[in-house]
Structures are given as C-alpha cells and as structure tokens.
C-alpha cells in the first residue's frame, strides 16, 4: 500500500508539472512573445480553458503527501521553507494577476510584469527545491540546485512555448517558434549538465545510475519533441514537452528510493516506510483517493478535447 500512495504522488506532482508546467512557461514568454495588448490576450487565452484546473494537480500532490507521508511531510516542508516560501507567493501573485490583468487596463502591464517575473520564480524555485530533495537535507545552495532551477525553468519556457505555437495565431505561433528552437538545445544541454552534476553531488544514497540514466533519457526526449515541432507536428511535440517538463520530479523520485528524505546525517534520513501513516489511515485515505484521480484525469481529458481547437480571439484574460 505504501508503494501505491508513493507511485500516486509520482503521478500526481508528474501531472501539475506537466500541465501547470506550459502555465507558468507562457507566462515567461508572455512579453516576448505577445508585444500588444490583444495578443497578450490572445497568449492568455491559449490556457484560459485549463489554467485553474492544472492547479487542482498541486492541491491534490500536497494532500496526498501530508496525508500518505506524515513523518516526512514536516521535515521535507520545513526543510524547504527558504524555497517553498517566495515559490507559494509567486503561485498566488501569478494566478491574481492572470485573472485580473483585464480588469483595468491602465494597471495591464504592471500585472504583464509580475506575470513574467512569478513564471520565472516559480519554475526555478520547483527545480530549486528538487535539486535540494536530491543532494540531501539541510539546503546548501551549491551546483545542484541552481542547475535543476536553469532546468526546470528551460523545460517549462519550451512548453509554453509549444503551446503557444499550437493554440494561437501566426504571429504569436512563429515567435513561440524561434523561441521553442533555441529554447530545446537550451534544455538538452541543461538536461546533460543536470545529470553530470547530480551524479557528482547527489546524497550518497540516492542511486548514480538511476540519475544518469534518466537525465540522459530526458534529454531525448526533449530532442524527439523539439523535431516534432520542427516538422508541423505541435500536438505531438507538446505531449513529449508535458513528458519532459513531468521528469524532473519523477526523476528525484526514482533516485531517491527507498528515501522520500534524504539528509547529510544518514540517521537523520526517512525511508518510504519509516514516513508512511499507519496502515489503517493508508486504507482509509484510499477510500478516498482511488475514486477521485479517475476522476480528476477524465475532468482534465475531456476540458482537453472541448477545447482542443485555438480559441481564435481573446477570451477573457
């Protein structure tokens, strides 16, 4: 049952990187990409249809974990606390300002900055917080860490970018283009660097090979959608960019096993079961889990086919 809770929130915080990922990755590109007000509109309106939806992911990954994992739930969250700390007012001033921006127009690029400035907070201070996660407890900002957050923030701006390539107009498509290009070498080099670094400075427990091996992957996966999106192919590049944005977390996952915390004092670290509620919560918490995520991936997939085709206008944002 443990091993089950643990896959689920494998899938769970894969699925808010994947699908928030292409969020906050156009909010990073939204003054690049979109240089008037209607086609920042029109970049907004891309994700109109799923933006709070994606958040649902990370309110679902939080409950799972506080409530799978309890022992490790207090020391992972404190432990991240210089992290987790701007990362969540970040979360909260990007989700405001998407929502608001149409309000008043005088106040539009006050809130078109701070859209750019909490996109990038955000997918550097995930990357951030898993680099800390993978080279062990208390946080040291060495290597790791700032390479995960370059990485993190390099996959998520390319799939915002193929997003916008697929879900607006030729202006805004052909600029999110140029970008997705440079933006993919960007992340395979990061993706290469990530594993090389966190081979050397990962904790001592956490597995090399597991970590090489999947950096490695990665980055071919980032290669197979960036020439899916060379040769028209948008729908398909932006699921291989959902895949790629979702491996980091699974990444640290995987590597960490059997630890979901890892420290520099190994008498300090907590394996998978030493931080699982009793068995008794666990059933209880699956009667009411098990029921929800169908549910939750069959919401996603059909707001995904009634709003497949690009919007065409601005929508309300």
Same mark, same amino acid.
């Given at each position: 049952?443990v091993?089950?809770?643990?896959?689920?929130?494998?899938?769970?915080?894969?699925?808010?990187?994947?699908?928030?990922?292409?969020?906050?990755?156009?909010?990073i590109?939204l003054?690049?990409?979109?240089?008037?007000?209607?086609?920042?509109?029109?970049?907004?309106?891309?994700?109109?249809?799923?933006?709070?939806?994606?958040?649902?992911?990370?309110?679902?990954g939080?409950?799972?974990?506080?409530?799978?994992?309890?022992?490790?739930?207090?020391?992972?969250?404190?432990?991240?606390?210089?992290?987790?700390?701007?990362?969540?007012?970040?979360?909260? *001033?990007?989700?405001?300002a998407?929502q608001?921006?149409?309000?008043?127009?005088?106040?539009?690029?006050?809130?078109?900055?701070?859209?750019?400035?909490?996109?990038? *907070?955000?997918?550097?201070?995930?990357?951030?917080?898993?680099g800390?996660m993978?080279?062990?407890?208390?946080?040291?900002?060495?290597?790791?860490?700032?390479v995960?957050?370059?990485?993190?923030?390099?996959?998520?701006?390319?799939?915002g970018?193929?997003?916008?390539?697929?879900?607006?107009?030729?202006?805004?498509?052909?600029?999110?283009?140029?970008?997705?290009?440079?933006?993919?070498?960007?992340?395979?080099?990061?993706?290469?660097v990530?594993?090389?670094?966190?081979?050397?400075?990962?904790?001592?427990?956490?597995?090399?090979?597991?970590?090489?091996?999947?950096?490695?992957?990665?980055?071919?996966?980032?290669?197979?959608?960036?020439?899916?999106?060379? *040769?028209?192919?948008?729908?398909?590049?932006?699921?291989?960019?959902?895949v790629?944005?979702?491996?980091?977390?699974?990444?640290?996952?995987i590597a960490?096993?059997?630890?979901?915390y890892?420290?520099?004092?190994?008498?300090?670290s907590?394996?998978?079961?030493?931080?699982?509620?009793?068995?008794?919560?666990?059933?209880?918490?699956?009667?009411?889990?098990?029921?929800v995520l169908?549910?939750?991936?069959?919401?996603?997939?059909?707001?995904?086919? *009634?709003?497949?085709?690009?919007?065409?206008?601005?929508?309300?944002?």
């Open positions: 049952m091993e089950l809770f643990y896959l689920m929130l494998g899938l769970v915080f894969g699925g808010y990187f994947a699908l928030a990922g292409y969020d906050y990755g156009v909010g590109l003054r690049t990409v979109a240089k008037t007000d209607t086609e920042r509109r029109l970049a907004l309106g891309a994700l109109g249809p799923f933006f709070l939806g994606n958040e649902v992911w990370l309110v679902a939080l409950g799972l974990f506080i409530g799978a994992f309890p022992i490790a739930e207090g020391q992972v969250l404190s432990g991240l606390y210089p992290v987790l700390i701007p990362l969540m007012a970040a979360l909260l *001033i990007f989700t405001a998407v608001v921006r149409s309000r008043a127009a005088a106040a539009r690029p006050l809130w078109d900055l701070l859209i750019v400035i909490c996109g990038f *907070i955000i997918a550097a201070g995930w990357g951030a917080a898993l800390v993978l080279q062990g407890f208390p946080i040291r900002f060495g290597p790791l860490p700032v995960m957050a370059a990485l993190t923030t390099a996959l998520f701006t390319l799939h970018a193929i997003l916008l390539k697929l879900r607006t107009g030729p202006t805004i498509a052909a600029r999110a283009d140029r970008i997705a290009r440079g933006m993919g070498a960007s992340a395979v080099v990061l993706a290469l990530a594993g090389a670094t966190a081979a050397v400075q990962a904790h001592r427990d956490a597995s090399t090979w597991w970590i090489i091996g999947l950096f490695a992957l990665l980055a071919g996966v980032v290669v197979a959608a960036n020439r899916m999106s060379r *040769i028209g192919r948008a729908g398909v590049a932006l699921v291989g960019t959902g790629a944005s979702a491996a980091p977390a699974l990444i640290v996952g960490t096993l059997p630890h979901v890892l420290h520099a004092d190994p008498v300090e907590i394996t998978l079961t030493e931080a699982a509620a009793s068995s008794t919560s666990l059933d209880f918490l699956a009667i009411a889990v098990l029921p169908p549910v939750l991936v069959a919401f996603q997939a059909v707001t995904w086919w *009634i709003w497949r085709k690009a919007p065409g206008r601005p929508l309300f944002y």
